[in-house]
């Protein structure tokens, strides 16, 4: 039984996760020398767990920005340097201007002519990091070279690189750091915010600097990554035969999402190295092995959700799904991706009135810690 799966080559992840939450919560694949954890219980144990680190990237034979910018990363790094990514991420969220998402998707869709579009290539890989980009001030050529060019860098987090994935990460890596950190340095409020973040923790100016800058492309990597992932999954839920509701209705698209968010994530698990000797489920895992915690199927749990397999977006606590993550490592943007999530649904059934599915076998990236589809064909007539 292999834990470690392309969700290119599995049609359907939750009868695996099912039958693991029923037989083995808590499995040792022997094969990857990797703890793989799929109960809601053991997932949230280890997500809060004060001894299981975020493992470092490998870094192979990055070049000098690429190092940098995975060294300094919010999510791949723990301890005191982890606080200082953190404060950073969230004064960049404060600052995020109100930007107008439709304003975001009319341009979008300005430039397609077409009755027939594939929503993930004109709308997810574009929209969340367009929107964070123009919220942050960043020019639009900055803006269009940084999301023209993010994709190679979604490699940075994975642990299995190939040589080229390094070269694409090294050829891209310096022009990104560089327009970043030329962006930073025009405005005022960075300047000050990083001043005060270098002296607070007793580092140096331009080590703060660095992780600032790092920090960015963080956020633009996994808004292109997971943005991209919610907003596929989600319209997908609306097609749904089983799902009937009124597709103009805000609210209603909101809790849509939020049911998607447990029932068909974009990320369906992250990884974490055990500091220490750690306690679960009477196994001991040991110092320095990985764990795969199954974000996905926690979700699925029933011991946390009745009746999991049902999609349901009128269950009390479908805002309980561990997407997200929980504890010191989660999520920034819950409520910048839900809420960008509901904008561009919304957006879309209001502008046209008559939107179909054209594909009706949807396949996805041969990544192992994320669902997203390749494609997702449809048809739009006003
Ligand atoms: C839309 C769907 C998204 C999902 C499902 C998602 C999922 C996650 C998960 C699971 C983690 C925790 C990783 C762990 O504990 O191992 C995380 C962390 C993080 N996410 Fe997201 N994310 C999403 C969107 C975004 C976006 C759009 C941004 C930025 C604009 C973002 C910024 C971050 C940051 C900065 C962290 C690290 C927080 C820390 O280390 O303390 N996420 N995300």
Known sequence: MSTLFLQSEIKNPYSLYHKMLE????????????????????????????????????????NEYALKISRNLARLSNGVQHEIAKESAFIVF???????????LSELFQNNNNT?????????????????LKSLGFTDDDSFFISKNIEPLIKIMQPNKKSEDIEAINAISEKMYVIIEKHISSISFYENAITAISTKYGISYQETKSVFVSNLIGLFIQSYDAGRGLLSNALLQCFSKENSFKKTDKTQIQKLVVETLRF?????????????????????????????????????DDRQFENPTIFDTERTNNQEHLTFGIGGHMCLAKYFSINLATEALHYLFCNFKNISILDHEIEYESLINARLPKAIWISIYN
């Not at 027939?116 to 367009?130: A, D």
């Not at 974490?272 to 974000?295: C, F, G, H, P, Y």
């Open 23 to 62: 037989e083995s919560p808590m499995y040792w694949d022997e094969s990857h020398k990797i703890w793989a954890v799929y109960s809601y219980k053991y997932c949230t144990e280890i997500l809060n767990h004060k001894k299981a680190y975020i493992p470092a990237v490998s870094e192979n034979s990055f």
């Open 94 to 104: 404060s600052y995020m201007k109100n930007i107008g998402i439709d304003s975001i």
């Open 116 to 132: 027939e579009i594939n929503w993930v290539e004109l709308v997810c890989k574009k929209l969340p990091v367009l929107t964070v």
């Open 264 to 300: 068909d994530p974009p990320i369906h698990n992250t990884r974490r190295i055990a500091a220490e000797d750690i306690q679960l489920n009477n196994s001991t895992i040991k110092q320095n092995e990985t764990i795969l915690v199954v974000l996905a199927a926690a979700n699925r």
